[in-house]
């Protein structure tokens, strides 16, 4: 069957309760099975743990967990408030800086050229790669690049617009494995303890969505960007150019 006409996962939420529960079984079967790693409340496919990460690069966690009653499962994704303030911060220099390009800019920062990459001995083209192309300086952002301009507004945003950032839950039930929960959390790094007092705290306040009424303090919040903070880091990746995230 072509995978165009492959029939969507129903969200778990429309599953039968028998389907519900023999999952979420499943799950606390292996949350007992990777108690070494996880501590017993949790489970992933990530690495919560790794020897001599630093703190700034512990910032966000995806994570399993069943519910308090035998039909549910959080699917779960926890980030520090720092990493809710970068994502707000930089969310908005993107969207200004498309706003201030025309369709014609907007159409050549999204054009893609690919040259062969392999040809037969016949002469005929067997696969193609795409071609680096030169980054485009815009008139608009006085000779800046796209990157360029948003790392600049970025910078401005965090010193003088910085957005509010508010501790919350917040569910999705869209999700075909488990119910989506995403936690913001004002906590310095991600690791067993913050997940531990975040799944107390969720199942205290009913299990539902949740957003505090005051937020986060500002000198709780980064004065710098993610890039210029990271850039501050010594770590293998940052030295390679490697994704923080």
Do not use: C
């Amino acid at each position: 069957m072509s995978r165009h006409h492959r029939k969507r996962r129903p969200p778990f939420v429309a599953l039968p309760r028998h389907k519900r529960s023999s999952e979420a079984v499943r799950l606390k079967s292996k949350v007992r099975r990777d108690a070494a790693e996880y501590g017993g409340r949790f489970t992933s496919h990530l690495v919560l743990n790794e020897p001599g990460r630093p703190d700034l690069y512990n910032q966000w966690f995806d994570f399993y967990f069943p519910g308090t009653n035998r039909f549910t499962i959080w699917n779960a994704e926890i980030v520090t408030a720092r990493h809710a303030f970068w994502d707000a911060a930089h969310h908005e220099a993107t969207s200004r800086a498309y706003a201030a390009l025309g369709n014609s800019d907007l159409s050549e920062e999204s054009k893609l050229e690919f040259e062969p990459a392999d040809v037969s001995r016949t002469g005929k083209v067997l696969t193609y790669r795409m071609v680096e192309r030169k980054p485009v300086q815009y008139a608009p952002f006085d000779g800046r690049t796209l990157s360029e301009q948003i790392d600049l507004l970025e910078t401005t945003i965090i010193r003088d617009e910085p957005p509010a950032i508010h501790e919350s839950f917040k569910l999705d039930r869209s999700y075909a494995y488990g119910i989506g929960l995403r936690i913001v959390l004002d906590v310095d790094v991600i690791n067993q303890a913050a997940i531990e007092a975040a799944i107390d705290r969720f199942i205290a306040a009913g299990e539902t969505d949740w957003v505090s009424p005051e937020p986060v303090p500002r000198d709780r919040l980064p004065l710098l960007s993610e890039r210029e903070a990271m850039a501050s880091v010594d770590y293998p990746s940052v030295q390679l150019g490697l994704p923080v995230r």
